[in-house]
Structures are given as C-alpha cells and as structure tokens.
C-alpha cells in the first residue's frame, strides 16, 4: 500500500528536498505541498493524505495551529492523518503542545535522508515517533516548567494500571525503546508492545506520544527524578 504525503513548509527548497527523496520510494507518494499552515490544512482536506510532514515556525498559520485543526476536524470531515512535526530545535515548546494535541511524534530537519523515510513509515503504520534522544530533554524541560500535576485525577487512572504495566510506561517516559524496554524488565518484544497496547486501551491514549505526556503530567515520572 502505497503511503500519501503532504510536506508543509516555508522553505521552498526544503519541501523540494524532501519531496524528491520520498518520491524516489516505492511506497510513499507526495500528494501536495503547502508554504504555511492555513495553507497546509486546506491541502490536507483536499488530498486526504496518510502523512502530514508539518514544519513548527511558519507564516500566516504556524505548524502547531494548523496540527491542531488537521487532527480535530469540524462535524462532517471523516479523514484524520497522522502529522509528523518538523522543527530545526531539538528543544522547543511547540512541539510539545503538538504532541498533546495529537501530532504522533517529531524529526529534527537535520536528521539523515534514512531517518526522515523510517518516519513516514513508521508513522503511517500508527506508531508515535520519539526519538529517545531528543524526548529525554524535550519532555522533562517541559514538564518541570508547567504547573504540579492533578495528581488525585491521574492516580485514579494510573491505579487501573498493574505494576508490570506501570513499570512499561515509566520506561517509555524515560525514552526507551521497546527493545531497551526488553532488556530491561528481561521480556520477549512482543510481550512489551502487548504491554504498551494494554497501556494505551486502559488509559485511553491514542499512542506513545500521548503515554509520555502523560507519564509526566500524572506525576508517575518527575524531570531528572525517578518514578514515584
């Protein structure tokens, strides 16, 4: 199946760099392309991509504005892409705010030709995109600025948890993969993506992304700290 892109970016040469080396993949195909975010959201409604690659500082709409409206669609638009943010900062507050509004992850506009393709991919295919690197630092400055969080409403939540699943989420706060998540707590792979899964459905979080904003805001998981 072939997976559709849009590329939404104020730099022209930027969108013709990535538009060239995604077109040169069997299975991605770059339906459009758009110079802000108002114009990107209306791309997007017009050629239903599966992958929307959505720059953070932009003109007329900026990337987290138009993310916003692409995944909360008003009454009667059906089709909801997936949005990949681009940002050049490995640190910066839009791309927070994106991720708890929905976007499934980031890519630095520095990262390799190869990374930003394994991105599409594995966004397209539901997963979030967080590389642990960058989540590290990008969750925790956040988290550590914002207000202490509502901790009797999360624990309610994070109760519905058993503790092996618990301890799966505070890893993946931490910027684990699932294969360090593996070796860690000394299961198969798959038994920690059936984790991840169980976290997800009893928590009610689209994907990985939203499981670390929400290790962080619940308190289960406190900057430069360890799990509670």
Same mark, same amino acid.
């Given at each position: 199946?072939?997976?559709?892109? &849009? ?6 040469? $930027? ?14 195909? /770059? #339906?459009?392309?758009?110079?802000? =975010? *108002? ?10 991509? +599966?992958?929307?690659?959505? +720059? /953070? ?19 009667? $638009? ?12 490995? /640190?910066? +507050? ?22 930003? &393709?394994a991105?599409? *991919? #594995?966004?397209?295919? =539901? ?6 690197? $960058?989540?590290?630092?990008? &969750?925790? +400055? ?14 309610? *939540? ?6 092996r699943e ?5 890893? &993946? ?12 707590? $000394? ?9 991840? =899964? ?27 700290g360890? =799990?509670?």
């Amino acid at each position: 199946m072939t997976i559709r892109v &849009i590329i939404v970016d104020d730099q022209a040469m $930027v969108r013709a760099g990535f538009a060239a080396l995604l077109s040169a993949q069997a299975d991605i195909d /770059v #339906v459009g392309e758009a110079p802000d =975010g *108002r114009a990107g959201v209306e791309v997007a409604r017009s050629t239903h991509p +599966d992958v929307v690659l959505m +720059d /953070v500082r932009m003109p007329e709409m900026d990337g987290l504005a138009a993310a916003r409206e692409i995944l909360s669609p008003p009454v009667g $638009v059906a089709h909801v892409p997936k949005v990949l943010m681009l940002t050049t900062f490995d /640190v910066d +507050d839009y791309v927070y705010e994106a991720l708890r509004a929905g976007a499934s992850g980031f890519l630095l506009k520095d990262a390799p030709p190869a990374d930003l &393709i394994a991105a599409v *991919r #594995v966004v397209a295919a =539901g997963e979030a995109l967080l590389a642990p690197s $960058v989540t590290r630092r990008l &969750i925790a +400055d956040f988290a550590a600025s914002r207000p202490a969080p509502r901790a009797d409403r999360a624990a309610l *939540r994070l109760n519905g948890l058993t503790p092996r699943e618990t301890e799966v989420l505070e890893l &993946i706060a931490r910027g684990l993969s699932n294969q360090e998540i593996a070796a860690r707590l $000394v299961l198969a792979e798959q038994t920690v993506k059936t984790h991840i =899964g169980r976290v997800l459905a009893k928590l009610d979080l689209r994907d990985r992304a939203q499981a670390v904003i929400f290790a962080y805001e619940s308190g289960l998981v406190t900057p430069g700290g360890a =799990g509670r």
